[in-house]
């Protein structure tokens, strides 16, 4: 075995990896359940955003349990108004799960071109400009 190969993996193993992408559906899907029923726009039911608190400026997640509470009403132009990154990001995190069960039903590593070092350094940028842009009075649609 080189230096940089996984060891051979178990029927365990291979198991865990099987179920991996349900486990962490079920997760996704009972946070989700519990923001939506939960309602964020209430004061005292989650603590505030660190960044926000300390800095007064909006961090790229900030609204995002409030996109998520609408998307759980079916509110879909209030949940892109309260974080259009995060909700523009969903379709790609879907299709990334996907590819993940396939992945996982062969039990082969997941590959894909959305997760070339060139796309995630791409992505990184959009997510440093728009916590920039969030926060001068020019980009006040973006603010939760």
Not at 23 to 47: E, F, K, Q, R, S
Not at 111 to 121: E, G, Q
């Amino acid at each position: 075995m080189g230096r940089f190969e996984s060891p051979p993996m178990t029927r365990a193993g291979h198991r865990r990896a099987r179920w991996s992408p349900y486990a962490v559906l079920a997760g996704v899907i009972g946070a989700a359940g519990y923001v939506t029923m939960v309602d964020p726009n209430h004061p005292g039911h989650y603590p505030t955003c660190p960044f926000l608190a300390v800095t007064g400026y909006y961090c790229p997640g900030c609204g995002t349990l409030r996109m998520i509470h609408a998307i759980g009403h079916g509110h879909l132009t209030e949940a892109f108004g309260r974080n259009p990154l995060a909700f523009a990001t969903l379709p790609f995190l879907a299709y990334l799960w996907v590819r993940w069960v396939s992945a996982a039903r062969r039990g082969r590593p997941v590959r894909s071109r959305i997760l070339h070092p060139a796309v995630i350094i791409g992505f990184t940028v959009v997510i440093l400009v728009y916590w920039v842009v969030r926060n001068l009075p020019a980009g006040r649609a973006l603010a939760p």
